[in-house]
Nanobody, 121 residues
Framework: QVQLVESGGGLVQAGGSLRLSCASS????????MGWYRQAPGKQRELVAT???????NYADSVKGRFTISRDNAKNTVYLQMNSLKPEDTAVYYC???????????????WGQGAQVTVSS
């Protein structure tokens, strides 16, 4: 079992910044991919950004150039720095951990409880 705890959400005006943190109970160096997803009211959950254990990153087109995902292996924490926020970024943001374990079949997929981000216009 892996626990993911998000923090750093809140209310911010358009153009402002927030940084989300996701603390993992498992050593994140052993996690293949960690990511941030978001879900706005009435919409499906969508990918925001991911980062692999090797440091490769991937971003949704809507956040490229504004958001940055990073990881601190020593703290077992993944961050999402969000700049130039827009009202359409308003959503619940979820942390995700996806990994496989050598010698065990299948993959493991865990989610945090979510952090509300609200951007006012």
């Amino acid at each position: 079992q892996v626990q993911l705890v998000e923090s750093g959400g809140g209310l911010v005006q358009a153009g402002g910044s927030l940084r989300l943190s996701c603390a993992s109970s498992r050593n994140i160096f052993s996690i293949n991919t960690m990511g941030w997803y978001r879900q706005a009211p009435g919409k499906q959950r969508e990918l925001v950004a991911t980062i692999t254990s090797g440091g490769s990153t991937n971003y949704a087109d809507s956040v490229k150039g504004r958001f940055t995902i990073s990881r601190d292996n020593a703290k077992n924490t993944v961050y999402l720095q969000m700049n130039s926020l827009k009202p359409e970024d308003t959503a619940v943001y979820y942390c995700n951990a996806y990994f496989t374990v050598m010698g065990r079949p299948g993959a493991y997929d865990y989610w945090g409880q979510g952090a509300q981000v609200t951007v006012s216009s």
